[in-house]
């Protein structure tokens, strides 16, 4: 138990803090509608009542709070500057003689309690529901759009997607290439990557903007009202996997917070049939979303329109008359053949190709011709 003299002396040095933070300091504006109290409560089982202390929830969260308001990325700099600064101690709660939590805390917790218990999803949601209940969100129409985020992973420790990997035992692995492994385990990828990473296989290899590297990309779900972020969701810096995530966003939303767009802009990344047919048959949602035309081709071979649709014999007829279909045997299994870019693949036959006098016109560099059907592939889940 606390002594009546140190009682004292803690009191009067929160008062002391509480003079040396300027009435106009951002973190006074944010501690005036931050409350931790539910969240302390949300995660009570996940603490144990025996053994050493525990660091309390809510001071790690408002250390992490200060390190995202001031773009602290080192946890260990954060400590530093926490123990340092007088408002950083009265935002966190800490008196002038409190010990500020080790920066090992962070990610013990981060890969542990936090991630077992989706602390910062339940964290978000409740300071957004603030801002509903403040009227700062309408809800009537939504925006999204995907950053790309640089993964932690060297360009020199990439293979070929095609080169047969060794990963070794599952125990001995790093965390990221157990959950790659797992995925794998429960559904096998449509189609091979151009790179794996050996360290973090679940990045993707991308080229967008200069040298190629590996992300991953962050999804975000804003409300047009006053451009508040109404929900976050990672992927891979894929099309498909960010109009996925943009499926998850509009569904999550709608079930834990019950706000249900009418309209949603997005870029032309959100421009396939299967997006638009989702928006529109299953969401009732009008989209604002450029529609992703790829059929006319610039390189003077023959475009999309060129080859003719047979809906009954799930087929495309080329120019010289040939058939081009998805699958040319039959497999055990039945296949979707909807590939991760949601477009289903249609093939010509090989021997067709070989002698066809339009092929200087139609696949000059490869040994038979592919056409995507954007459409099809709506039928599928």
């Given amino acids: 138990m606390m002594g009546p003299k140190l009682a004292a002396r803690e009191r009067t040095e929160v ?18 509608y931050l409350d931790l109290a539910e969240f302390r409560k949300y995660l009570k089982s996940f603490y144990s009542h025996i053994g050493r202390p525990s660091v309390d929830p809510e001071l790690i969260i408002r250390v992490l709070i200060i390190g995202y308001c001031y773009g602290i990325r080192s946890e260990r700099r954060l400590c530093d500057e926490v ?41 978000f949601e409740s300071v957004l529901r603030r801002r509903i209940i ?50 794998l385990d429960r559904a096998n990828p449509p189609s091979l990557p151009k790179y794996v990473s050996m360290t973090d296989p679940a990045a ?9 590297f590996f992300t991953y990309s962050i999804n975000y779900l804003i409300d047009l009202k006053d451009g508040i972020i109404v929900d976050v969701e990672p992927s891979s810096s894929t099309h498909a996997a960010e109009s996925k995530a943009t499926r998850i966003m509009i569904d999550r939303v709608e079930q834990r917070l019950h706000l249900k767009p009418h309209r949603l802009i997005g870029d032309t990344a959100y421009g396939t049939a299967a997006m638009l047919g989702w928006l529109i048959k299953d969401k009732g949602v009008e989209p604002q979303v450029p529609v992703w035309d790829r059929s006319l081709r610039l390189d003077g071979t023959f475009s999309a329109g060129d080859f003719v649709r047979q809906p009954e014999a799930d087929q495309y007829l080329c120019p010289d008359g040939k058939a081009l279909r998805k699958e040319w045997r039959a497999f055990t299994n039945p296949r979707t053949h909807v590939t991760k870019a949601e477009t289903i693949l249609y093939h010509s036959s090989q021997m067709d190709c070989k002698h066809c006098r339009f092929k200087p016109q139609c696949c000059p560099n490869t040994p038979t011709r592919q056409h995507a059907n954007t459409q099809a592939c709506t039928q599928y889940p």
């Avoid at 509480?18 to 504006?29: K, M, S």
């Avoid at 123990?83 to 990610?107: K, Q």
């Avoid at 993707?204 to 190629?212: D, E, K, M, T």
């Fill in 134 to 183: 403040e009227g700062l969100v309408g809800g009537e129409g939504f925006a999204t759009d995907a950053s790309v985020i640089k993964a932690d992973a060297q360009r020199q420790r990439a293979v070929p997607g095609t080169q047969r990997i060794n990963w070794g035992e599952a125990n001995h692995v790093s965390r990221p290439v157990r959950k790659y492994l797992a995925a």
């Fill in 204 to 212: 993707s290899w991308s080229a967008a903007s200069g040298p190629a």
């Fill in 15 to 32: 008062i002391n803090l509480e003079e040396f933070v300027p009435h106009d300091h951002l973190l006074r504006t944010i501690d005036r």
């Fill in 83 to 123: 123990h340092l600064n007088l408002a950083y101690r009265w935002f966190c709660h800490l008196g002038i003689h409190d010990r500020v939590p080790d920066h090992s805390t962070f990610s013990k917790n981060r890969h542990g309690r936090f991630r077992d218990s989706d602390a910062f999803r339940k964290l």
